[in-house]
């Protein structure tokens, strides 16, 4: 009679949960890059005075006006750009 042998791995079950450290440093991380994407953009373009040639100082005004950001100039710039695609240094 042959014999038949039967090999039975266990696999552990990962729990998929987020680690809050993990996802606290991630949040940091994002923050962090995009302050110093405005940083960058507001040397670029003038300093703190100065403004983006795609996102004028009066259309960010009328939304700080109309509480529909809280962001200061150069974050909103940073927020608009990278949520519509433009280069940061598109200045055509």
Do not use: C, Q
Request: charged share 20%; no cysteine; glycine share 8%.
């Amino acid at each position: 009679m042959p014999t038949t042998t039967t090999t039975t791995t266990m696999e552990s079950t990962t729990n998929h949960k987020a680690d809050p450290v993990v996802t606290t440093l991630a949040r940091l991380a994002a923050e962090l890059t995009h302050t110093l994407e405005a940083i960058d953009l507001s040397n670029h373009y003038g300093g703190p005075w100065g403004e983006h040639p795609h996102h004028e100082v009066g259309d960010w005004a009328e939304e700080v006006a109309s509480e529909s950001t809280r962001l200061g100039y150069w974050e909103w710039v940073t927020n608009r750009i990278n949520s519509g695609g433009f280069n940061l240094d598109d200045d055509s």
